[in-house]
């Protein structure tokens, strides 16, 4: 069964101070790791692609990268206005069915303070 | 640019209650889902659709039925409301099902069954 965890659960930082969200994934076969970020009340949006180890994706403040195990995402000097629950889902390539399930994680809520 | 929509935001039931949360994406996107979330746990894909015509069902299907007749419209009927159903239900949407990891999100129906 694919399993994606997130952590760390909830993160506060302060602007500018920089840091990094982890998911770590279980799949037979990784097809695509996804990064999405939600807002309040809202759905989430998405960030990044990312197909194969080594690989990695940058916009604005975010940057993410793949190991064969798990998935970073690098925040850089961040604004209060990065405060959101980012969302990590992996597609897992599934013999005789569909390819199209994403296993998504519970998230991180990162904080940043002014 | 709409992008996708969602009604009602905001829905009561009473238990054994049926009803239709509607979808409808303008982007010409071939592929549709439906997800629902629930507090400490990962989005969960109920059904999806590759096409207009062509559905299927995704992690968690039971009590929950779909259609797909426009590529526009993709409704999700609640067929007996339960507690358990209690969620926030996001459609999401994109360019074809070979991105299904890419997806673009409704702002959300959240669903209280009593």
């Known amino acids: 069964e694919d399993q994606v965890t997130q952590s760390p659960e909830a993160l506060r930082l302060q602007e500018g101070e920089s840091s990094s969200l982890n998911c770590s994934y279980t799949v037979s076969g990784l097809r695509g790791l996804f990064w999405y970020r939600q807002d309040p009340g809202k759905g989430p949006e998405f960030l990044f692609t990312l197909y194969s180890a080594g690989e990695e994706k940058e916009k604005e403040r975010l940057k993410a990268t793949l190991t064969k195990k798990e998935s970073f995402l690098h925040i850089t000097a961040p604004k209060p206005e990065d405060s959101a629950t980012y969302l990590c889902?992996?597609?897992?390539?599934?013999?005789?069915?569909?390819?199209?399930?994403?296993?998504f994680g519970k998230g991180t809520l990162l904080t940043v303070n002014p | 640019n709409a992008g996708v929509t969602q009604t009602p935001k905001f829905q009561v039931l009473k238990t054994g209650q049926s009803m239709t949360l509607q979808c409808a994406q303008d982007?010409?996107?071939?592929?549709m889902s439906w997800y629902r979330q629930d507090p400490g746990m990962g989005l969960r894909l109920i059904h999806y659709?590759?096409?207009?015509?062509?559905?299927d069902q995704g992690e968690v299907p039971n009590g929950y039925n779909v259609s797909r007749s426009t590529t526009e419209d993709f409704p999700l009927r609640l067929l007996s409301a339960a507690p358990s159903q209690t969620s926030v239900y996001f459609c999401?949407?994109?360019?074809?099902?070979?991105?299904?990891?890419?997806?673009?999100f409704g702002e959300g129906s959240r669903l209280t069954v009593l």
């Open positions: 982007m010409n996107h071939e592929y």
């Open positions: 999401a949407s994109s360019w074809t099902s070979g991105r299904a990891g890419e997806l673009f």
């Open positions: 659709s590759v096409g207009a015509g062509i559905t």
């Open positions: 889902a992996v597609q897992a390539y599934q013999s005789g069915g569909s390819n199209y399930k994403l296993t």
